[in-house]
């Protein structure tokens, strides 16, 4: 019988959250972004942050609805070497 072998990479070096930067380009405060997203500010601070592990699909299309951007922006894919 086979075992399946786990995958040996960390995600989270190969997917980065952008959030704070666009906050910073946009000259936005977390708080305003999650009353016009309705997300709860929690949401917004820890992902801002960087504080977070997985993220909602609502939460993705709340933001780059409110941000005015795409998913492409939001986050970025980096493959390791």
Do not use: W
């Not at 609805?65 to 795409?70: A, E």
């Amino acid at each position: 019988m086979s075992t399946i072998q786990p995958l040996n990479y960390k995600i989270e070096n190969m997917i980065t959250n952008r959030l704070s930067a666009i906050l910073g380009e946009k000259r936005l405060k977390i708080k305003e972004v999650a009353q016009l997203a309705e997300l709860d500010y929690t949401t917004v601070y820890n992902l801002y942050h960087d504080n977070t592990t997985r993220i909602d699909f609502k939460t993705i299309d709340r933001l780059c609805s409110t941000l005015n951007c795409t998913t492409q922006d939001l986050l970025r894919y980096t493959p390791d070497k």
